[in-house]
């Protein structure tokens, strides 16, 4: 075995104590990583999909290490989504632009729409999240709230003569 084996297995070995000549006790301390991955959700979610509300439990996939740390998949749809998708704090406006831009990758392939539709009403978020998504594809000619603002300001600057 060469010097450098002898160097990278003393390196590796984590019982491996080195001297410090700056430290009080002349022993160097290794600094140890840990890195632990909890999932700490609590409370309902919707599927980006279908919208069905489950706990969180609902959305796990089992694996042979234990379950899933990246991905869900809906007990209804079947589909599988990012936890980071499903857990997502989105306001209707939101989940529109998210929608839109995963439309592109066969997100309403992936939607039964009727019972989306249906759902989308329930909670309240049905015509917020289409004005939306129709003003991302392009289809709606309802101006924002920022356009209707400026159009507002002009309006008033042309009635006082500020502009012409």
């Keep these: ?11 590796e070995d984590k019982q491996q104590t080195t001297l410090n000549p700056k430290s009080p006790s002349f022993i160097k301390v290794k600094q140890q990583t840990k890195t632990d991955i909890t999932l700490m959700h609590t409370g309902e979610y919707y599927c980006p999909f279908c919208l069905h ?10 694996t042979k290490k234990g379950y899933n740390k990246g991905l869900g998949k809906c007990p209804e749809c079947k589909n ?4 980071k998708s499903l857990t997502a704090p989105w306001t209707p406006e939101q989940f529109a632009e998210w929608a839109y831009s995963y439309s592109a990758s066969g997100y ?12 989308l ?9 289409w004005i939306r998504y129709k003003q991302l594809k392009g289809t709606d000619k309802t ?8 159009r507002q300001q002009e309006e008033q600057a042309r009635a006082e003569g500020l502009i012409t």
């Design 1 to 11: 075995m060469g010097k450098w084996d002898r160097e990278q297995t003393a390196k």
């Design 53 to 62: 509300l489950g706990k969180i439990e609902q959305y796990l996939i089992s």
């Design 80 to 83: 599988q989504m990012q936890f």
């Design 108 to 119: 309403w392939q992936k939607v039964p729409f009727n019972k989306f539709n249906s759902r």
């Design 121 to 129: 009403k329930q909670i309240g978020w049905l015509e917020r999240f």
């Design 143 to 150: 101006e924002t709230y920022e356009e209707q603002l400026y």
